[in-house]
């Protein structure tokens, strides 16, 4: 079956042939993928679905990655959806699930799209696959890359933290290093796209990268039993993602896969200091004005968003909103994901969680919806943002005695 | 030669402005619009600069000194 036949401008609806392209020549606006959705419906189906192996390429019908097409897989994906009950308890909510993420191979949502994006590319003859990136999906197109077994050109800005520049370095890519100030290395990866034949993961094979985030959405409607929760948060950088959850649940309800008479609401989580997409949302307008990010929530601070626009229409469209909180909000989420339900996120899942919590405590939902947060990141990428000020963490220092375990403990 | 896809954002003082116009008049730089939004407070342009690199670079300066932020077309690139 051939699902792709195409590509289309979502802005002025100009039809391109399949290729490693991501803007319109027409009108510069995004270019998506053209499915044909009738052979998709004679092809898939829930009993496919059970049948196929347990990561997200058991949705590959919903792929951009045609049948024939040896995939580039660590095992991404179909991470666990929890009942979070104690979460829930805290925040009044009786049926909250969380989206557990961390789980991945990179340990971030990077991987279901990066794995798409390297699948798509090896198999168009590209032989070399490269991104900008000052974390995750760095980690990701690194470890892909080797896995893929392609020669890889990750770009960084020279002052990333090392912790974050080994976890990359180890899979061996070429780590470049750049001097320069944000819009500076941003300017010189255009100039890259021109002027190399490779894959850039989020810029030219775009299109197709972007296609892997809605396995997030079709997972989450089998672990519900097919059903169509009522809200779901995303947290929100270029907006990427948040786009393609919305086109994931309406192909869910129009192939008749899910069951329910409407989308979820789809809200979206930003923090305060990049909040984009917020500002605008909160001044009624859908003209999203960059911003210079400031905020601990590095892996979303991405102060021109792509997709903002988009974003705001499907959150309006579908009932959602965005909502953003502050830094203190972010570290205090974190902490209380950890403790009610044992799970460590990055800042990035604290911006979900924290928006989740500020939304439930000022009454949005009655406490008996189906809530779905996407908690995207692990808390290892970033654990220096739940340390204490001498960069540890409380602790109970004792002398080696049962006295001393006494006197300083059992107070 | 090179290309650019850029995003000029102007505020309400230069709506009424001849920048783009100026900005061939004054660079070796063709500019190509290909989308835009104007209101009368305020827009957005989406545009294609071709020229010189170095004469891009000057242009784009130019623009800023005008108070026009020139982003690029697609947003940021690092992820
Ligand atoms: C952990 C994490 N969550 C969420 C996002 C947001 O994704 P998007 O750029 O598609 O909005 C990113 C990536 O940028 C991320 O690294
Ligand atoms: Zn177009």
Known sequence: MTRVIGMRCRECGTDYPVQATHVCEMCFGPLDVVYDYDAIKRAISREKIAAGPPSMWRYRDLLPVEDDVPVVTLGEGFTPLVLAERLGAELGLSRLYLKNDTMNPTNSFKDRVVSVAISWARAHGFETIGCASTGNLANAVAAYSARAGLESFVFIPADLEPAKIISTSVFGPNLVAVRGNYDQVNRLCSQLVESYPWAFCNINVRPFYAEGSKTLDFETAEQLGWQVPDEVIIPIASGCQFVKHHRAWGELLDLGLAEGERQPALTGAQALGCAPVYNAWRDGTDQVMPVKPDTIAKSIAIGNPSDGTYVIRMARETGGVVEAVSEQEIVDSIKLLARTEGIFTETAGGVTIGVLAKLARAGRWKGNETIVAYVTGHGLKTADAVAGPDGTAHRFEIDPTLKSFREVVEV | ?79
């Open chain 2, 1 to 79: 030669m090179a290309r650019r896809r850029v995003k000029l954002i102007f505020g309400r003082e230069l709506v009424t402005e001849p920048v783009i116009y100026q900005l061939g008049k004054n660079y070796e730089i063709v500019s190509n619009i290909r989308r835009a939004d104007v209101t009368r407070d305020e827009g957005w342009v989406l545009l294609e600069l071709t020229g010189e690199p170095d004469e891009l670079e000057k242009g784009v300066a130019y623009l800023e000194s005008r108070g026009i932020r020139v982003e690029p077309a697609e947003g940021d690139l690092v992820e």
